[in-house]
């Protein structure tokens, strides 16, 4: 099994910043894609931004220019640096990563237990 634990939400004023991190432990060979989805009440999940073993990263529009993805691949954690946040990135942040079991080699898509980012206007 593989556990991501997430931390660094809270509650930020327009403009602010927050950094939240996610690190995996468990049953790891490797790891592939990690990333950041988000939920809002009402709404479906989204992604935020994406990032492979390799640094490639991927942005959703709205975020683009303001969060930055990266990771450490030592420590087989994911971090994302939210700059000049707005009262509409209010949301459950989850992590998610692709893994390659140390047991069986298969890969498996895991999920954090979401952290919650409120920023107020």
């Known amino acids: 099994q593989v556990q991501l634990v997430e931390s660094g939400g809270g509650l930020v004023q327009g403009g602010g910043s927050l950094r939240l991190s996610c690190a995996a432990s468990?049953?790891?060979?490797?790891?592939?894609?990690m990333g950041w989805y988000r939920q809002a009440p009402g709404k479906q999940r989204e992604l935020v931004a994406a990032?492979?073993?390799?640094?490639?990263?991927n942005y959703a529009d709205s975020v683009k220019g303001r969060f930055t993805i990266s990771r450490d691949n030592a420590k087989n954690t994911v971090y994302l640096q939210m700059n000049s946040l707005k009262p509409e990135d209010t949301a459950v942040y989850y992590c998610?990563?692709?893994?390659?079991?140390?047991?069986?080699?298969?890969?498996?898509?895991?999920w954090g237990q979401g952290t919650q980012v409120t920023v107020s206007s």
């Open positions: 998610n990563a692709a893994v390659r079991s140390d047991i069986n080699f298969r890969f498996g898509t895991y």
């Open positions: 468990g049953s790891i060979f490797s790891i592939i894609d």
């Open positions: 990032i492979t073993n390799a640094g490639s990263t």
